[in-house]
């Protein structure tokens, strides 16, 4: 599948925000906010698409981290740089993760010219998690508490991505 990344623009942005996702992937649904636009168009956010049509996102940085991380020093380490993604809500749990990040890797290696990154996910989304093991991502141990304590979530790496 050949995916087009480029800068995330206003009006995809709206259309992202109002993504739902179905139980237990509700915790990664958009509110449609204002406030959520403006946070997709910081600078950070990529839109993802195939043709005219929204495939997912991707976002690196700070936007990629999950505030409550900092408290533990999750990301203390500056030459990892931090993926986030989303497929679109209908696309997930139909096989198109793996090449959906492998494009996003790539592109953030041409883009930032890293090669080694890092990811947070929740711990009960297994369906993520084995995907970012087939790619080679690697379970750090570290985990720690969302802000409203219920969700766990992980760290993963990935070294010398090519």
């Known amino acids: 599948m050949k995916y087009i990344i480029k800068k995330m623009d206003p009006k995809i942005a709206e259309k ?3 993504w739902q996702y179905m139980e237990p992937y509700s915790i990664y649904s958009f509110d449609g906010s ?5 946070e997709f168009m910081n600078g ?3 839109s993802v698409q195939q043709k005219d049509k929204i495939v997912g996102y991707f976002c690196f940085g700070e936007s990629a981290q999950v505030p ?3 408290q533990v020093e999750a990301y203390q380490n500056q030459n ?3 993926i986030g993604l989303g497929l679109r809500p209908e696309l997930t749990g139909q096989g198109y993760g793996s090449n959906f990040l492998r494009y996003g890797l790539d592109y ?4 930032f010219s890293k090669k080694d990154f890092r990811l947070t996910v929740a711990q009960f989304n297994k369906r993520a ?3 970012y093991r087939k790619i080679g991502f690697k379970d750090t141990g570290l985990r720690f ?3 409203d304590g219920e969700v766990e979530f992980i760290i993963m790496i990935l070294k010398n991505w090519e």
Do not use: Q
Request: hydrophobic share 35%; proline share 0%.
């Open 34 to 38: 204002k406030e959520t636009i403006n």
């Open 68 to 70: 409550t991380g900092n």
């Open 108 to 111: 953030a290696v041409d883009i």
């Open 129 to 131: 998690i084995k995907v």
């Open 44 to 46: 950070s956010y990529f």
């Open 16 to 18: 992202i925000s109002r």
């Open 145 to 147: 508490k969302g802000k």
């Open 80 to 82: 990892l740089l931090d």
